[in-house]
Every structure is written in C-alpha cells, then in structure tokens.
C-alpha cells in the first residue's frame, strides 16, 4: 500500500494519521466512537484523493467538518474554527 501523505500549510509534506484525526476531532468535543467512524470515512477519502499526489491539510479540515456535521454541528463548528498555535 502506498504510504499517504498530507501538505501543510507552510509546505512540507507529512504522513496521514488516522488517529491524529481521531485525536483531534476528541479534543473538539466528539464522543470517541463518532471521532473514529468519522476518522475512517475521512481516511478512505484521504486514500481516493492521494492517487493524485499529497492531500492538502485544508481539504482535510474541510471534509472532516463536512462529515462531522451529519453527526455533530456543535463539534464540527468548534473543529472548524480551531486553529494551532503558532509556534
């Protein structure tokens, strides 16, 4: 299986982590099996999108939020509006 990679924003390329996912859909307030089935969906999309290279960060939060709000609009909003202090 061929390895998937994501695109920062300052642009470098990492791997995929299902469970980062996972993990910060938590942190937003999810239940912890609404994270992991949301996690999975966004992992095989994340699979459909890498045959055309690296997925953007961006796309990422985008579909997450999408996903989680037809299970949870109050932690996909707070998911969406999160953003990772500058270091």
């Not at 980062?20 to 459909?48: F, H």
């Amino acid at each position: 299986m061929t390895e998937l990679k994501v695109k920062k924003r300052d642009g470098k390329t990492e791997d995929y982590s299902e469970e980062k996912v996972k993990k910060s859909l938590m942190k937003a307030g999810a239940s912890e099996n609404n994270a992991k089935t949301v996690a999975s969906k966004i992992t095989k999309w994340t699979k459909e999108k890498a045959k055309k290279g690296a997925v953007a960060t961006s796309e990422i939060k985008n579909r997450v939020v999408e996903q989680m709000k037809t299970v949870n609009s109050g932690v996909a909003e707070k998911f969406r509006t999160f953003a990772k202090p500058s270091s």
